[in-house]
């Protein structure tokens, strides 16, 4: 027992000693949450757009304010021709080109009808589309305002209420993912990369001839990793409360337990690609491609998995993170218990021994 | 000079007999491109909602066909139970709830106006805004059918605005091209930057540094050497993806490939830069990964590639002006998309020619201080 | 190519300090053109130190030093040209082939195309290496990697060849023809200058010098150094001056 954790000493040793790799370790997600908390948002702000007013009346002057007043848009300028939309597409200036046509107010007045031009600079696509929907509802809201003076009967009311995240933040979505995403970069990821370096640098074959038996190797190597990626989930999720008040609606033991059995699950995919890796290099990058890539894309982190094609969907089941994630949405954002998420979990579980169990038994291969 | 040719011999020889190499630059950046685009789809479909209709009434169901014919819509249940529809929505099985009351109908009548609700799983913000718009439309589109049709109330008493919108370069909204492109930059910025690094401190591992100083061999023509590959490399990867793109996506290439190139000879500068001073910062090939994938991840995310760059708050737009991805990101979007001209461009261009003079030249000062 | 009498090397009181602590105090010593120069000395002492500024791989703190004619401070690139070197590690690259590794250091010389083949293929028939020339140094023995190795480095017929502690873990047989290879060498009139703490290896040599603590404690040839110091061996004459 004594030197196992000899051993396992020796390991947090090596990886207290490797400054900045600790620094990356801890800052991570820190710098994750951040990014996507503020930065990866698939919310619009500040689209620039500009402005082509043919009637230059009262009408279509309040309407261009309403706009800018939103607080989604700024002005990117006064177009006079047409062939200025181009100009300001192809210079990346303005987004959006509003055009509100000549003889706006009088139209209004005398058919009851009159129109705006809403041209978008569609090569991004989901940014146009939003800049259009909102576009689209800061005018007809205006519209509405100044025909309120004929106070509609017959009015259907709408009431919508948010379940989950009453206040609409972004940044619900991307917790639940980053946790799933640096666990696994984490575990996997370095636990596949130190063991391959023993191999590479010939100590492993020390480490063999000692009395220390390969399981306790294993233990040993991947001990640190688990309290580094416990104390990065805890961080993860007390950075998202405190700085972004993402809650923990349920229980937070029963959190904690499943972030246990996935990074259990990550850290056997870590062995698994080492027994398979002869060199750090090949480790790192079997880790990066075969476990990040489709962890971000095919898990539901940011894409929805709904949208996808049926392969792809298919695809996504038999990936850990994808029923990790659905987990810990359930358990933080709606409060679930066991009853809700236990088909999941037993999928988890089920994951996790078959990878301890793979891992294992490549491992003892080869050694043979 | 000849010096140089003998060099750049070696390192072509050792990196294609990497054996990491080839799947690298063939293999992911296909899987990559295939994946990517199929899965990275943020538009709306689908919406599944289910209808607690406790009025069964002509107005209700009327009301309920309005969702049922819109193509954004799925009805996946109708039930008179609250709590059915809730659970529904805890489990994942529906999106939206809509909720209608069993005096819907009367309270029309009499009161001349009635409530409904939506309750809306909000978890996905963007999402659970863009439901609530659409279901929005499509109640104000009914409210204004039953004044007409059934109260008689024509609703042009008040002014109608027609709104037209038009989607330029991309008028199919195809999702697709425009996250081709975030890929092709991943792509040309990995190569630049990681494998570069990498090779670099390998050879410093293997400890032949020391018999390359004792040669005549000059500090300049060894780094150039080390660069040099993988700037061809990178290029090429390119003029790959943009093929792949072609013929599997049918990519737009409507600006100057040409151009294109040329910018991407200056951001692959860049990017060896970077990774050449990387290099010269770690002593191990595990510490150089991280710190290199570290710095990868941060320039990518906030380069735009999911989302638009302009939307993020003003630091992190400081914050891109040194990150070199945010600039090709955008360049190379509006020259394939838009057509694009130098003149569009030339801000970012020479902008980019200074930052790869600057870290060239901080990389290599401190390359020759560590050997 | 020599200085005035002849001297491929000439070193006048160098001095190497880093920080407080002196690597070579105040060395003194001249190698002559076409001599087996032994460097010894226990490990620490400071040989590694020294040879490393006569290569141009490090400047030294102070001193006078002249390599094949040209000056240490001013004229390293000229000096580099001039020599050949072949340290502990190989230093081939693993991932090339024989005949690749030939190529490459032949070409970084500036070996001519037409040199560069017939020399390669006259030197893979003298080490026996023709059948091999494709394959990678990583799956050929240690020995024949080392014979390589020097071979290699003086495939360019270098003035000086540095060679730093080259027989390490081979047997005694194959140290032994290596050192015969470095015999020839000399025959063509390369200098060679090898640092060793295999006493034995001393006895190949011209002349020996032997580093304690920083300093050339003996210069000599084998022969004199062991009538000097009464020993009937090397060995003998090294541990008697290192309890000194």
């Known amino acids: ?180 995403l640096i666990l696994m970069l984490i575990s996997a990821l370095m636990t596949s990369v130190t063991i391959t370096r023993e191999k590479e640098f010939g100590t492993m074959e020390l480490l063999l001839a000692s009395p220390l038996k390969p399981r306790e190797i294993i233990l040993g190597k991947v001990t640190p990793y688990v309290f580094l990626s416990f104390v990065n989930a805890l961080t993860i999720i007390l950075l998202g409360f405190l700085v972004f008040k993402v809650p923990v609606v349920g229980s937070i033991w029963l959190l904690l337990l499943v972030c246990m059995l996935y990074i259990t699950l990550a850290l056997s995919l870590g062995v698994l690609i080492s027994t398979s890796a002869k060199t750090q290099q090949v480790a790192m990058f079997m880790s990066l491609l075969g476990l990040m890539l489709p ?33 810990v949405k359930n358990i933080m954002l709606k409060g679930t218990g066991l009853a809700h998420i236990w088909k999941e979990s037993l999928i988890l579980l089920g994951m996790t021994l078959f990878f301890i169990l793979a891992a294992v038994k490549r491992f003892n291969i080869r050694l043979k | 000079m000849r010096i140089l040719l003998t060099l750049l011999t070696k390192e072509f020889k050792q990196i294609f007999r990497n054996k990491v190499m080839i799947p690298i630059i063939f293999v992911v950046p296909v899987v990559q491109m295939i994946l990517l685009t199929y899965a990275a789809s943020l538009e709306m479909k689908g919406i599944q909602m289910v209808v607690v209709d406790q009025d069964l009434s002509q107005a209700s169901r009327l009301l309920v066909s309005g969702f049922s014919g819109s193509p954004f819509f799925d009805l996946v249940h109708s039930t008179t139970s609250y709590p059915e529809a809730e659970s529904m929505l805890t489990s994942d099985r529906a999106d939206v709830i809509l909720h209608i009351q069993n005096d819907f109908e009367k309270r029309l009548y009499v009161e001349q106006q009635t409530d409904l609700q939506f309750i809306i799983n909000a978890i996905n913000a963007t999402e659970a805004g863009l439901i609530n718009a659409y279901s929005t439309q499509i109640v104000q589109e009914y409210n204004s059918q039953i004044r007409a049709e059934w109260f008689g109330l024509n609703d042009s008493g008040g002014m109608k605005l027609e709104i037209k919108p038009s989607y330029w370069y991309n008028p199919l909204l195809d999702y697709k091209i425009y996250m081709f492109t975030g890929i092709l930059v991943i792509l040309v910025t990995l190569i630049g930057m990681i494998l570069t690094a990498l090779n670099l401190v390998r ?13 005549p061999i000059r500090k300049y023509q060894f780094i150039v050497a080390k660069l040099l590959p993988f700037w061809i490399i990178a290029l090429f990867e390119l003029a790959f993806g943009l093929l792949v793109g ?48 570290f710095f990868m991840l941060t320039f990518i995310l906030m380069s735009g590639v999911f989302t638009p760059a302009e939307s993020m708050p003003n630091w992190a737009q400081k914050i891109n002006l040194v990150n070199p991805a945010a600039y090709f990101m955008r360049v190379i979007r509006m020259i394939l998309l838009k057509g694009s001209e130098f003149r569009d461009i030339s801000r970012e261009f020479f902008s980019l020619l200074v930052y790869a003079i600057l870290i060239l030249s901080l990389a290599v000062t401190n390359y020759r201080k560590t050997t | 190519m ?11 009181d160098l001095v190497k300090k880093f920080g407080s602590f002196v690597a070579n105090d105040r060395l003194t010593f001249h190698v002559e053109k076409g001599e087996i120069f032994g460097f010894l000395g226990a490990n620490g002492a400071g040989k590694t130190t020294a040879m490393r500024i006569l290569c141009g791989l490090s400047y030294p703190s102070s001193g006078d030093i002249m390599v094949a004619g040209h000056d240490v401070y001013n004229e390293r690139e000229k000096i ?87 027989t390490g873990g081979v047997d005694p047989i194959t140290r032994r023809q290596f050192w015969e290879m470095i015999h020839d060498a000399t025959l063509e009139g390369i200098t060679v200058f090898v640092t060793t703490h295999y006493m034995d290896e001393a006895e190949y040599c011209d002349r020996v010098s032997i580093m304690v603590e920083g300093r050339i404690e003996a210069l000599d040839t084998p022969a004199g150094l062991k009538q000097s110091y009464e020993s009937k061996n090397m060995n003998e004459v090294f541990l008697k001056l290192a309890r000194t």
């Open chain 1, 1 to 180: 027992m004594n030197r196992f954790f000899g051993f396992v000493k020796k390991e947090f040793q090596h990886i207290f000693r490797d400054k900045r790799t600790l620094l990356i370790l801890f800052g991570l997600p820190i710098v994750m949450i951040v990014l996507f908390g503020y930065v990866v948002t698939t919310e619009i702000s500040d689209v620039e757009v500009g402005i082509w007013d043919r009637s230059m009346d009262q009408t279509s002057i309040q309407a261009t304010q309403k706009i800018f007043s939103s607080g989604y848009f700024v002005p990117a300028g006064y177009l006079e021709r047409e062939e200025e939309i181009g100009e300001l597409f192809h210079s990346g200036n303005a987004k959006v080109v509003v055009v509100f046509e000549a003889g706006f107010e009088k139209n209004l007045k005398r058919d009851n009808r009159a129109s705006i031009r809403l041209i978008t600079d569609a090569s991004d696509a989901n940014s146009a589309q939003l800049a259009q929907t909102y576009l689209q509802g800061v005018l007809m809201s205006y519209f509405q305002s100044i025909n309120q003076d004929v106070r509609l009967p017959w009015t259907v009311n709408v009431e919508s209420r948010m379940y989950y995240n009453e206040e609409l933040k972004g940044v619900y979505m991307f917790v639940p993912g980053l946790m799933a």
């Open chain 3, 2 to 12: 020599t200085g005035a009498n002849g001297h491929i090397i000439e070193v006048k």
């Open chain 2, 203 to 215: 050879e410093k591992e293997m400890g032949t540094t020391e018999q390359i100083n004792v040669t």
């Open chain 1, 295 to 327: 962890t971000i894309l095919l898990s539901g982190f940011i894409f929805p998995i709904d949208n996808m094609p049926r392969i792809l969907q298919w695809l996504t089941h038999i990936m850990p993170p994808r029923w990790f994630i659905v987990i």
């Open chain 2, 246 to 293: 072609k013929l599997l996506y049918d990519l737009p290439m409507v600006g100057s490939l040409g151009l294109l190139f040329l910018f991407t000879c200056v951001y692959i500068l860049v990017v060896l830069g970077i990774g050449l001073f990387l290099s010269t910062i770690s002593n191990t090939q595990q510490q150089l990964m991280f710190v290199v994938f």
């Open chain 3, 80 to 166: 580099k040209r001039k020599i050949g070197y072949m340290s502990q590690k190989f230093s081939l690259y693993d991932d090339l082939s024989v005949s690749e590794n030939i190529r490459l250091y032949a070409g970084i010389y500036g070996l001519g195309r037409k040199q560069i083949a017939s020399r390669e293929d006259q030197l893979l028939e003298r080490l026996g290496l023709t059948n091999i020339r494709k394959r990678l140094i990583r799956e050929i023995p240690l020995g024949w990697k080392q014979k390589l190795a020097f071979s290699v480095a003086i495939f360019h017929k270098p003035a000086i060849v540095f060679l730093d502690e080259p």
